[in-house]
T-cell receptor, first 112, second 115 residues
Framework: AQTVTQSQPEMSVQEAETVTLSCTYDTSESNYYLFWYKQPPSRQMILVIRQEAYKQQNATENRFSVNFQKAAKSFSLKISDSQLGDTAMYFCAFGIRHDMRFGAGTRLTVKP | ETGVTQTPRHLVMGMTNKKSLKCEQHLGHNAMYWYKQSAKKPLELMFVYSLEERVENNSVPSRFSPECPNSSHLFLHLHTLQPEDSALYLC??????????????FGSGTQLSVL
């Protein structure tokens, strides 16, 4: 069975600073996707970034980037130049077709 | 307008009530999902309707009953719920067949309180 672990229930960062959120997962599959979703107070989950397991190059989306270590089954999210609007719950997820498993989330607060 | 719309946004019900949650997606996707989000727990996948096939989590109690009349609409029928069923219920959709890990598009959820 696939499991996803986020070991940091809460984190905070000063505006304009950089923060890294951790995620580890467990699977015996070789072809899968990893995701980071953001859930602001509006409750709607929004995709932040997606990584294909067969690609060694780390995905980036503007200020968001990942550090994907397949052998270690680690998938961390780095947010650069943090903005107040980045305050939200962040969920790491593992997906194979329609089977998507989520971690328990990390609550990130960006302080002015 | 969001691509996935859920109603109602909030619902309070007694344990003997029967209610339904509604989800509609406007993205042309072919799969829809129900997730349960409880405080400090991972999102729990409850049901998937994908390409007319239904997949369910065997740990979901029978007091939750899904219905998917077409690829755009999804319902979750609730009856004789328990207080521990209080949670945020999220609907999502995706396009199955576009790869091994399709992106999910979520609605804003229904916050359910069972008294």
């Amino acid at each position: 069975a696939q499991t996803v672990t986020q070991s940091q229930p809460e984190m905070s960062v000063q505006e304009a600073e950089t923060v890294t959120l951790s995620c580890t997962y467990d699977t015996s599959e070789s072809n899968y996707y990893l995701f980071w979703y953001k859930q602001p107070p509006s409750r709607q989950m929004i995709l932040v970034i997606r990584q294909e397991a067969y690609k060694q190059q780390n995905a980036t989306e503007n200020r968001f980037s990942v550090n994907f270590q397949k052998a270690a089954k680690s998938f961390s999210l780095k947010i650069s130049d943090s903005q107040l609007g980045d305050t939200a719950m962040y969920f790491c997820a593992f997906g194979i077709r329609h089977d998507m498993r989520f971690g328990a989330g990390t609550r990130l607060t960006v302080k002015p | 307008e969001t691509g996935v719309t859920q109603t109602p946004r909030h619902l309070v019900m007694g344990m003997t009530n029967k209610k339904s949650l509604k989800c509609e997606q406007h993205l042309g996707h072919n799969a829809m999902y129900w997730y349960k989000q409880s405080a400090k727990k991972p999102l729990e996948l409850m049901f998937v309707y994908s390409l007319e096939e239904r997949v369910e989590n065997n740990s979901v109690p029978s007091r939750f009953s899904p219905e998917c009349p077409n690829s755009s609409h999804l319902f979750l029928h609730l009856h004789t719920l328990q207080p521990e069923d209080s949670a945020l219920y999220l609907c999502a959709s995706s396009q199955v067949g576009s790869g091994p890990g399709e992106k999910l598009f979520f609605g804003s959820g229904t916050q359910l309180s069972v008294l």
